[in-house]
């Protein structure tokens, strides 16, 4: 079963995110302002606010759901114990809804360690374990419901203070309400960042997991090892003959980059059994050179003998020929 994971652009992912949510509660904002303004409101507005609001949270609902399937197949396809198995991201959002978060939390913290073990059964250097993911999304709501309360607390006594106001202080009263609702507004989109930056270092930890494979043996096999960048320690076997590609295309290379400075079909690396070397095929402008600089020739095959190590471009993408 081919994993999604593997093709998801995590980058994008964060990018459509973050942005998405900032320009959702704006609108939403907008639209509310607009909704309420004169005191007449105006129902139709008010619910399409709601409606772009969430926007982000059903993209968010298909990545969950892609991410956690994919790593119950890696888990079930690796261990012989399938408790470490996770439950399908929409009944994660329903416990977490029933317990105001808290499963969540322990969620990221348990996945979070099981991914890190999982790694190092595959030989990949995971650093960020269960803590670093709740530090990501626990402090942030910490400090946003005690703003939030806050800010009810502050907004009730400036209410209560403007009902026997009138002119200036009247106006001064609003715009105290109104810095209350900014940092409790302020205070759910850092959560919000946060969270997609934590499910963004799972993804990508799990991308790496999912490309990895298990190191060839004998003269017929041979291993690309990615040194830096976005897949740093995963490992690829290539059989004999078989050409790897490494791109950005998602429908012609085999492990897909999201880092711009690499071409959309960036190399090809195919090893040759017989001969027990490596030919390897530049296809970008950008360019693929061997260590010391010298720079491969665009369509032509260069031999590469088995430790040698190459990068795509002026990227920070290298990998080693094992």
Known sequence: MELRIKKMNVSLYTTI??????????????????????????????????????????????VGTVAIADYNTICTENREDYDKESYSYLVVVLLSLVTL????????????????????EKRIDIREGGRTYLFMVLI???????????????GGLMINSALGLQGSAAVSSGI?????????????????????????????NLQRIAVAGQIGQGPSMGNIRILTGQYRDVV????????????RDEKKCHLIFSNDKISRMHC????????????????????????GGMRLTRYQPTVCPRGSMLQMGDSMEAFMLL
């Open 101 to 120: 978060g808290i499963y969540e939390v322990y969620w990221f913290y348990k996945y979070g360690n099981l991914l890190k073990d999982l790694g190092r």
């Open 268 to 291: 090809g690396i195919r090893y040759v059994g017989s001969m027990d070397h490596y030919l390897v095929t530049d296809y970008s402008l950008n360019g693929t050179f061997m260590q």
């Open 236 to 247: 690829l076997p290539v059989h004999d003959g078989e050409e790897i590609i490494l791109g």
């Open 140 to 154: 942030p709501r910490i400090v946003g419901i005690c703003l939030m309360l806050l800010t009810i607390l502050f």
């Open 17 to 62: 995110m973050i942005a998405g949510q900032i320009v959702c509660q704006l609108a939403f904002c907008l639209l509310a302002c607009v909704a309420v303004s004169g005191w007449q409101m105006n129902w139709g507005l008010l619910f399409l606010g709601m409606i772009i609001s969430l926007l982000p949270g059903i993209y968010q609902l298909y």
């Open 176 to 204: 105290g309400m109104f810095i209350c609702y900014f940092l409790c507004l302020i205070a759910s989109i850092v959560a919000w960042v946060m969270y997609c930056l934590a499910w963004a270092k799972w993804m990508r």
